[in-house]
């Protein structure tokens, strides 16, 4: 006699058909996403689940469920002194990873920012670990690594890999499925750096809703996700913006009109890094990359709470911008 794997449960569950297949519970979810992270479940079952949250979308009580579980099986304790917690993802391939320097001018402000990441395998893409690295920051270990270095600069940056490596496992999977999975979502909502405030992007712009409804659930305090450049948290500044946000299980909607009257930047071909560190350091001028910056840390500032609404919010980031340390990367 043959014995069901525990873990067919979950797999029936979403994969009865289209009249008798359902989304997971929270606590559905939360057990499925233990078992994932434990490695109790066959290869052939995780392929499965994944492909078959992949077609449905994940509801917002899954994805909490998913990043209750996930959370819990992070090694030690999480990185203290964290005031904003920032996943990056994406990769960038159609203009800089500008939002980098977001997070730079945030933290010599004195907010200190936790990134996480992952290294990424297209090759037409810059991932943000290719940023820190051409910036002259370090790559952090592990979380204590990330709390001296949060402590020294009120930044720090830690690869999926060095503190979730069955995550990062995970992720990897898309060259045999060919497709995205849940994990990707699953990231930008986990918190790893359990910071009070939590800002997340999306590329399709029907997730933001999900990710705002999975911030309630979870009773995230602060919480703001908009459609981001590429699918990462940066501004694009040609682009009108809504950003989704939950200020104390409160959610609200908030526009913020085009940055530039009219037209659309174009492409940049080149794509060199070393524009990060020459822009920062007034070295060269770019139109569309001071833009992204500025932008993305107001929508930061707003988050926050240290500005009234869009326009004093971007007020405020260009008088942080214009006041930057030059040296700041020497």
């Known amino acids: 006699m043959t014995t069901t794997h525990p873990f067919a449960e979950f797999i029936e569950i979403l994969g009865r058909g289209k009249n008798g297949s359902r989304s997971l519970s929270f606590d559905e979810a939360w057990r499925a996403m233990t078992m994932v992270m434990r490695d109790e479940v066959e290869a052939v079952q995780l392929g499965a689940f994944l492909m078959l949250l992949r077609v449905k979308e994940e509801s917002p ?115 045999l499925l060919g497709l995205r999975s849940p994990i990707n979502t699953l990231l930008r909502v986990l918190n790893p750096s359990d910071a009070p405030y939590l800002l997340q992007s999306t590329f399709h712009p029907n997730y933001r809703e999900i990710h705002q409804q999975t911030a309630l659930l979870l009773r995230h305090p ?37 940055m530039f009257a009219k037209g659309r930047h174009l492409k940049d071909e080149k794509m060199d890094i070393t524009r990060l560190a020459a822009l920062w350091r007034g070295d060269i001028d770019d139109e569309y990359g001071t833009a992204a910056v500025i932008g993305t840390t107001a929508i930061v500032l707003r988050l926050l709470q240290r500005a009234a609404g869009p326009q004093q919010a971007l007020q405020q980031a260009g008088d942080l911008w214009q006041a930057r340390p030059r040296q700041h990367f020497d």
């Open 222 to 258: 602060h919480m703001a996700v908009f459609k981001g450049e590429s699918g990462e948290i940066e501004r694009d500044p040609d682009r009108e913006c809504d950003v989704y946000a939950v200020h104390n299980e409160v959610a609200t909607i908030e526009h913020w009109p085009p």
């Open 61 to 175: 009580e899954e994805l909490a469920g998913f990043a209750r579980a996930a959370r819990q099986a992070l090694p030690g304790q999480p990185p203290t002194g964290v005031q904003l917690d920032w996943p990056s993802y994406a990769g960038k391939r159609r203009q800089l990873p500008w939002f980098v320097l977001s997070a730079q001018l945030l933290a010599h402000n004195g907010i200190p920012v936790f990134m996480h990441g992952s290294r990424g395998r297209k090759p037409d893409r810059i991932y943000t670990e290719q940023a820190i690295t051409a910036l002259g920051l370090p790559v952090c270990m592990d979380f204590a690594m990330a709390t001296t270095e949060i402590a020294r600069r009120g930044f720090a940056y830690v690869p999926l890999q060095n503190f979730a490596p069955r995550l990062q496992q995970i992720m990897d999977l898309r060259a």
